[in-house]
């Protein structure tokens, strides 16, 4: 199973994008989810947080204009993001604890990670 990030662009200062992260696979049941970013040159870092229960946290960075959701009938966890500012630019990544059933009904639980999607925000 992958998670598919979309939703990526080139955006101008004090717009906005969304980004979606699915699974790849039919069934696949997110737990916890996180979008990670990764900008040129830096180590990757944690943006925002949501639990299963819907408990949400965010890096000091983006609190009051980022916003994390999860949309658990569509399987999919979103990425508000408004207000965007040069310092976003980065590769995007969403992480989630989940779990999905193997054709004889295995489950299989784990960690897994998106391949990224490109926000680049000119001044």
């Known amino acids: 199973v992958q998670l598919q990030a979309s939703g990526g662009g080139l955006v101008q200062a004090g717009g906005s994008l969304r980004l979606s992260c699915a699974a790849s696979r039919s069934g696949f049941s997110f737990n916890a989810v996180a979008w990670y970013r990764q900008a040129p040159g830096k180590q990757r870092e944690l943006v925002a947080a949501?639990?299963?229960?819907?408990?949400?946290n965010y890096a000091d960075s983006v609190k009051g204009r980022f916003t994390i959701s999860r949309d658990n009938a569509k399987n999919t966890v979103y990425l508000q993001m408004n207000s965007l500012k040069p310092e976003d630019t980065a590769v995007y990544y969403c992480?989630?604890?989940?779990?999905?059933?193997?054709?004889?009904?295995?489950?299989?639980?784990?960690?897994?990670w998106g391949q990224g999607t490109e926000v680049t925000v000119s001044s």
């Open positions: 949501i639990t299963s229960g819907g408990s949400m």
């Open positions: 992480n989630a604890q989940g779990r999905y059933y193997l054709d004889d009904d295995t489950p299989v639980v784990g960690n897994f």
